[in-house]
């Protein structure tokens, strides 16, 4: 133990059974065995290097937005990406470091006049969730908007294109490859300040007005591919058909399960798509939840739900 711990301190600063709920936007999570606080990006492929070597378990943990972790913790070396370089580069570009939080890379580029960032003013998480992820809102996403990311996979250090990342919706090759996002350049455009401003107003405008204030993890589901959708299209309000997406919170919604509660946990008031944590609610209070709405959905619709929290058992 004492060994392990006096090599995880070249990384960066360690703590030792400390609760994970306070590092998630859910607020739910046990402790760790070790958390390793990372904030230079060559040392985080470092860690990870030694760690593969050593055999020892490990877990990464970036903003801790879109993640649902036991209550019982994890008995293994939690590695948590604190890593913060952001910077604006020739030809309108922005590297940011896995680390850096979503909302440092809007700021940036409307500071600047860019174009393309607009769809992400109030999302939460940093950078290297949200290119895991392929995190996205109002019918846009990362891919899009990526030039290049560099990660960490086999104990080596690389470049990948956006085309060499297996982007599809809310996921992408990195969810499933073992590699770790270390840092990402976005390629933007230069816009109007005006309409960039404006944009980002409407857009956080819809974003707030309906979400809510309670600890959540994000949008719990996957909203919905239009061709599953087996009734009539006139059913559908004219915006789902236009983004060729039917928002999971509207379904959940139409089975009547908004407030619906079990224990300390309730699918909100505000948004059927986000599950809250309203008094001290544990894993198994949501993903009962998850469950009864997975079912009703079925039941009502035809439609399988699929979680875009990732859950960690």
């Known amino acids: 133990m004492n060994g392990l711990y006096n090599e995880l301190k ?5 703590k030792t059974n400390i609760l994970l709920a306070k590092f998630t936007t859910f607020k ?3 402790p760790a065995k070790f958390l390793v606080e990372v904030t230079e990006s060559e040392k985080l492929g470092k860690l990870l290097t030694y760690l593969t070597s050593a055999g020892e378990d490990y877990f990464v943990l970036a903003g801790g937005s879109n993640l ?6 994890l008995d293994k070396v939690v590695v948590q990406v604190k890593t913060n370089k952001i910077e604006l580069l020739p030809d309108n570009q922005i590297f940011a470091d896995a680390g850096v939080q979503m909302a440092a890379v809007v700021g940036l580029a409307l500071k600047n006049n860019l174009t393309g ?3 992400g003013i109030g999302v939460p998480g940093s950078v290297g969730g949200a290119v895991r992820g392929n995190a996205g809102a109002m019918g846009q996403d990362t891919w899009h908007v990526l030039k290049l990311v560099r990660a960490w996979q086999n104990n080596e250090t690389r470049d990948w294109t956006p085309d060499e990342c297996g982007f599809t919706y809310r996921s992408s090759a990195f969810k499933t490859n073992e590699a770790l996002v270390l840092s ?3 390629q933007l455009q230069l816009g109007d300040r005006a309409q960039i401003t404006t944009a980002m107003q409407t857009y956080l405008k ?4 309906r979400y809510p204030s309670f600890p959540s993890a994000g949008s719990f589901f996957k909203n919905n591919d239009l061709d599953k959708w087996q009734k009539d299209l006139k059913e559908l309000p004219p ?3 236009e983004r060729k997406k039917i928002p999971t919170g509207w379904l959940i919604e139409q089975c009547g399960l908004a407030g619906y509660t079990v224990g300390g946990a309730k699918i909100s008031d505000e948004h059927g798509n986000f599950l809250i944590n309203f008094d001290n609610a544990t894993q198994t209070d949501v993903l009962t939840i ?3 709405a997975q079912t009703e959905v079925y039941n009502k619709f035809g439609i399988n739900l699929e979680p875009e929290v990732e859950i960690v058992s």
Do not use: H, S
């Open 206 to 209: 819809q974003r707030t007005g």
């Open 28 to 30: 739910i999570g046990g």
């Open 239 to 241: 915006l789902f058909i």
């Open 10 to 14: 070249n990384f960066g600063q360690v």
């Open 68 to 73: 649902l972790l036991p209550d019982a913790g």
């Open 290 to 292: 998850m469950e009864k």
């Open 184 to 186: 990402a350049i976005y």
């Open 117 to 119: 960032m607009e769809w």
